[in-house]
């Protein structure tokens, strides 16, 4: 008998706040922009992107995609389904094509092409039954959205910034645990690594890590391998912690 393969876990991502920025809009502006009731029929397809900014006199914009954030888009869809879920106007394609942010997830899901926005239960219902799950990460910016995917079943988490987005991936396994830290010398990456296996980090090894075309032995960096740290979370938990202090010893991070 075949059986059916089994599917990727499921990460559902909020756009703006977690993935995409806008600079600041004035408080006049913002107000009458997020005014609920006429937010909602923006979002939820009743009225055109233009028709919104009309009434309330929001220049349009596209935003700027978070660096760090779309990184860790990339390192998620090696081992997930990563899809958008995003409160959004009719201008949402146009947006993500522009940022080039239209081939970064597996799927897009669009409140305004929708007709349900979140927190409304029936927008998560709708993406699980159309993929296929039962269930899905969701990381939101707003707590009430994340709140109301844990209430539908789905394993929702309010995530402020791109630190916690990075966190709540590397405990679910969502992402690689492992994080290399990478110095110019050598003396100066076993000290380390010494120092940090006594913190409690593991496992520590250092390697050579020659560089790409080159014969010189001169030309390597000394990695260590960190994948567990002193409290038990993933080594990528600690990612801002760790590219402080590869920095402090003139190095850098990277993934493994």
């Excluded at 075309?213 to 993933?234: K, Y």
């Amino acid at each position: 008998m075949e059986r059916t393969p089994a599917l990727k876990p499921l990460l559902l991502l909020d756009l703006d706040g977690v993935v995409r920025s806008f600079p600041p809009i004035p408080p006049e502006v913002a107000e009458a922009a997020f005014e609920p009731s006429l937010l909602r029929r923006a979002v939820t397809g009743e009225i055109t992107d233009e028709q919104w900014r009309e009434q309330v006199g929001l220049a349009a914009t596209s935003g700027e995609v978070i660096p760090e954030a779309l990184a860790l888009v990339r390192a998620a869809k090696e081992q997930c389904f990563v899809a958008l879920l995003t409160n959004a106007t009719t201008r949402l394609e146009a947006d993500l094509a522009l940022l080039g942010l239209d081939v970064e997830f597996d799927a897009v899901f669009s409140s305004a092409r929708l007709g349900v926005a979140k927190p409304d239960h029936a927008i998560f219902q709708r993406v699980l039954d159309e993929l296929g799950y039962e269930t899905a990460v969701f990381c939101d910016d707003t707590e009430e959205n994340a709140e109301a995917a844990c209430e539908v079943g789905l394993d929702g988490v309010h995530v402020p910034d791109t630190a916690a987005l990075r966190t709540a991936l590397a405990v679910r396994g969502l992402i690689s645990p492992t994080v290399l830290l990478i110095l110019p010398d050598r003396d100066e990456a076993e000290e380390l690594a010494a120092e940090l296996l006594e913190a409690g980090w593991g496992p520590c090894a250092v390697h050579r890590d020659m560089l790409a075309g080159e014969d010189d032995a001169e030309d390597v960096d000394w990695v260590i391998e960190l994948t567990t740290a002193p409290d038990g979370l993933p080594a990528s938990a600690h990612r801002s912690r760790l590219d402080d202090l590869a920095e402090q010893h003139d190095g850098f991070t990277g993934d493994h």
